[in-house]
């Protein structure tokens, strides 16, 4: 048995016969499969298992996982899934995860690899996401909030209580980039006050010069808004208000684009999340909140104690405590109040998946560089 890389041709007809013999190879094809990578079990020179690899985020996925028949019940797709588990943890990847047949489930429990969120229909099969955590590595992700253009911070969502730290928000970006930091949270204070994005144009200017992974937020109310999102340049639409005023269309945004298109941001005040600036606190627990929409196959979200937001005294750690204790799968990352390397440190060590951090940067209490070595 060795194994190896598997040509592309070789990997649609193997899976074409195992899992859908009765469409045409076309069928078979993702598009993404020539960013994939592609590994199989070889039997006197021949493949007879194969498994398809995607890496996003520091998260890796596994995709048409099939081995030819006689073949089966032989431990050559169990040899072939150890491989890939151990290539992820080699490469420092944070989580692997598939979106599995509720009837071969059993396989990747032996894995350790849980079901995470409720189960769904495709092509007549019912399917469930299954994941597991391989290693926690979390996430710097430096924040720019613009207004009119400009790099700045506010104290507490108060834009009253606004700083400007650079006119020129492609420069702050290229200096993070520079750094090594590998994702971007951006933010539209304009069009957050306004209800409609505003600041695309900065947006469309920083993804056109930069590789890092983008978020962008504020104002995105309405499918034009989302739109103008991705086309300018996001990876990631960031929301927060819609989802808690107007679900249908959220969830619709969930089905048109995908769940991974999303990241979803939770602003808290004593456990209730808070709408319209902070200045609204629903009856919303936060945890009713997280798990709902955990189950429409949201996979990231942020979360703000309102109360911690800009002021430099130390992140709501117990929060995210609490909330990774009762969802474990959840990729958590943690928002505001972070004011020196200890804090950051801490929420790595509570298991948050990331964490935005802003004015600590820009007012010289952590460097980039030490984020950077994160």
């Known amino acids: 048995m060795e194994i190896k890389p598997v040509p592309l041709p070789d990997v649609w007809r193997i899976r ?6 009765e469409e045409n190879l076309d069928f078979v094809k993702l598009g993404e499969d020539e960013k994939g990578l592609h590994w199989g079990v070889y039997i006197k020179g021949e493949p007879v298992s194969v498994i398809s690899v995607f890496e996003e985020w520091g998260q890796v996925q596994f995709r048409k996982f099939a081995t030819l028949h006689p073949h089966q019940g032989k431990g050559y797709g169990t040899a072939l899934l150890q491989y890939v588990m151990d290539w992820a943890k080699r490469q420092g990847k944070r989580s692997i995860w598939c979106n599995a047949r509720l009837t ?29 955590q ?11 909030d613009i ?24 420069e702050v970006a290229l200096e993070f980039e520079g750094a090594g930091l590998e994702r ?4 539209d204070l304009d069009g957050a006050k306004a209800g409609a994005v505003k600041n695309w144009k900065v947006l469309e200017t920083i993804a056109a010069k930069i590789k890092m992974v983008i978020d962008f937020g504020g104002g995105i109310k309405t499918d034009k808004d989302v739109d103008i999102v991705f086309n300018s340049g996001a990876a990631l639409a960031t929301v927060g208000s819609i989802a808690v005023k107007n679900e249908q269309e959220f969830v619709k945004w969930l089905l048109t684009y995908g769940a991974d298109k999303f990241l979803l941001g939770a602003d808290v005040k004593e456990e209730k999340i808070a709408v319209g600036g902070w ?14 929409y955990l189950a429409h196959g949201v996979q990231q979200i942020f979360c703000t104690d309102v ?3 800009g002021l430099l005294q130390g992140p709501a750690t117990e929060l995210y405590q609490n909330i990774i204790r009762k969802f474990p799968t959840l990729n958590l990352i943690a928002s505001g109040g972070v004011s020196n390397m200890n804090d950051v440190l801490q929420l790595q060590e509570i298991g948050c998946s990331g964490a935005i951090i802003g004015k600590a940067i820009y007012e010289g209490h952590v460097t980039i560089n030490d984020l950077a070595k994160l």
């Not at 489930?105 to 597991?132: R, V």
């Not at 391989?134 to 720019?144: F, K, N, S, V």
């Open 16 to 21: 074409q016969v195992v899992m859908y013999p």
């Open 184 to 187: 971007l949270h951006l933010v």
């Open 104 to 132: 071969a489930t059993s396989i990747y429990k032996k894995f350790g690899m849980k079901a995470t969120g409720t189960s769904w229909q495709k092509y007549g099969l019912d399917f469930i996401k299954m994941e597991k």
């Open 134 to 144: 391989l290693q926690h590595r979390m996430q710097i992700i430096p924040a720019i």
């Open 147 to 170: 207004i009119d253009g400009k790099c700045v911070r506010l104290t507490q969502g108060d834009y009253q209580q606004k700083k400007v730290y650079n006119e020129h928000p492609l």
């Open 307 to 309: 109360s911690k937001d």
């Open 279 to 292: 200045l609204e606190t629903t009856d919303i627990w936060i945890y009713d909140f997280i798990e709902k």
